[in-house]
């Protein structure tokens, strides 16, 4: 079946240190692909998407590319802060079917 | 934007009790309604889609007669966890969307459940 990878964090790093979360997947169709941002207490919000190979998504600074060779959609930003400490969760979708959601990795950023 | 709530947050209940979780969807018609369990260090596990005013769709491996889901109205959906074991200890998480949202789903904050 369809699923997820992304890294186990926590992931630390230091106020505008530059952030990279590594998140593959496998899909039986063609699928969008998804960042969604959980920040503590609150509900799953979606922090970005693509919809087909090669288009990239951003959204507050974070960026994400979809490579089809590498069947990857790494997050990334180019300086952190702490107000992005959060759990981020990478997810895919064929068309209407479910979303299959990765393991989430925490965000520590420290001052 | 779009806004799901859940209640309670979180609940403790012996073994044997059920439980029920509400999800509301604030400022949208929610068509369909989806519950998620995530257990530590887990992906998000879809367990049920609904639709409003039709039977849940349960996803393989997911008992319906243990996990009662209702969406009775375009704003609430509830799960009732029936006699309730400590293995039920999870986090139950639920999102909605509507006509106006296309394919996007809005997710409430998660109930967390405890099973003495």
């Known amino acids: 079946g369809d699923s997820v990878t992304q890294m186990e964090g926590p992931v630390t790093l230091s106020e505008e240190a530059f952030l990279t979360i590594n998140c593959t997947y496998t899909a039986t169709g063609y699928p969008s692909l998804f960042w969604y941002v959980q920040y503590p207490g609150e509900?799953?919000?979606?922090?970005?998407?693509?919809?087909?190979?090669?288009?990239?998504?951003?959204?507050?600074?974070?960026?994400?590319?979809?490579?089809?060779?590498?069947?990857?959609?790494?997050?990334?930003?180019?300086?952190?802060?702490?107000?992005?400490?959060?759990?981020?969760?990478?997810?895919?979708q064929v068309g209407f079917q479910k979303l299959v959601f990765g393991t989430g990795t925490r965000l520590l950023v420290s001052p | 934007g779009a806004v799901v709530s859940q209640h309670p947050?979180?609940?403790?209940?012996?073994?044997?009790?059920?439980?029920?979780?509400e999800c509301r969807s604030l400022d949208f018609q929610a068509t369909t309604m989806f519950w998620y369990r995530q257990f530590p260090k887990q992906s998000l596990m879809l367990m049920a889609t609904s639709n409003e005013g039709s039977k849940a769709t349960y996803e393989q491996g997911v008992e319906k007669d243990k996990f009662l889901i209702n969406h009775a109205s375009l704003t609430l959906s509830t799960l009732t966890v029936t006699s309730a074991h400590p293995e039920d200890s999870s986090f139950y998480i639920c999102s909605a969307k509507g006509t106006a949202s296309y394919n996007e789903q809005f997710f409430g904050p998660g109930t967390r459940l405890t099973v003495l």
């Open chain 1, 43 to 92: 509900g799953l919000q979606l922090l970005l998407k693509a919809t087909k190979a090669d288009d990239k998504g951003s959204n507050k600074g974070f960026e994400a590319t979809y490579r089809k060779e590498t069947t990857s959609f790494h997050l990334e930003k180019g300086s952190v802060q702490v107000s992005d400490s959060a759990v981020y969760f990478c997810a895919s």
């Open chain 2, 9 to 21: 947050s979180w609940v403790i209940c012996k073994s044997g009790t059920s439980v029920k979780i």
